[in-house]
């Protein structure tokens, strides 16, 4: 068997003049964990969407109840209608602030537009959490282009804020 002398052979799998850095696997982490991110912030801007439209019909449906209630009011209180047809009226408005009347539309309206706010703070954390790790991604790749540590350092302190941000919002906790 001969033995070959000369240049070495090259691997077929490996590009040559490539840098084998980490920085490149540490991009690709960072990409997936804003596509993640991206789906979750969808998700939770529809749920906001719905809320906020939820909030709107139950406002509508409260000042119309309020509507009705304040014209049966005034419209049994007027002079020279009928006593029955008076106290016909007056029971309905006290009816209304009842059961499910104003009151309880009120309370409604509350609880919706509370879930409403809390889904828009969620989203906005995920907003802020999306921004980070795309300023991450950016760092770390102008980290590898000016072979900088410190900018590659930096670029990560900013990706583990995205993903502190992403899992509070994802949680719940809102900070803004």
């Known amino acids: 068997m001969r033995r070959r002398t000369g240049p070495p052979v090259k691997q077929p799998d490996v ?6 850095k980490p920085g490149a696997l540490m991009i690709c982490v960072m990409a997936l964990g804003l596509l993640l991110v991206h789906f979750a912030l969808g ?6 969407m ?4 939820a909030t709107t019909d139950a406002r509508v ?13 005034a419209h049994a209180n007027m002079p020279g209608l009928d006593r029955d047809v008076r106290a016909a009226e007056l029971g309905e408005a006290a009816a209304m602030g009842q059961g499910k009347g104003v009151g309880a539309l009120h ?3 509350e609880h ?3 879930g409403a706010e809390d889904l828009n703070a969620r989203a906005h ?7 980070a790790l795309q300023l991450a991604i950016l760092l770390v790749a102008a980290s590898m282009a ?4 410190w900018v590659m350092r930096i670029g990560m302190a900013v990706a583990a804020l995205g993903v502190v941000l992403a899992v509070l919002s994802a949680l719940g906790v809102t900070l803004f």
């Open 43 to 48: 998700h939770v801007q529809q749920g906001a």
């Open 146 to 149: 000016a072979s900088s540590r």
């Open 50 to 53: 719905a809320a906020t439209i």
């Open 107 to 109: 309370a409604d309206l």
């Open 15 to 20: 590009i040559e003049g490539a840098p084998h």
């Open 112 to 114: 919706i537009r509370e």
């Open 125 to 131: 954390g995920l907003e802020l959490a999306e921004a």
């Open 61 to 73: 449906a409260y000042e119309a109840q309020r509507l009705r209630q304040s014209v049966l009011f």
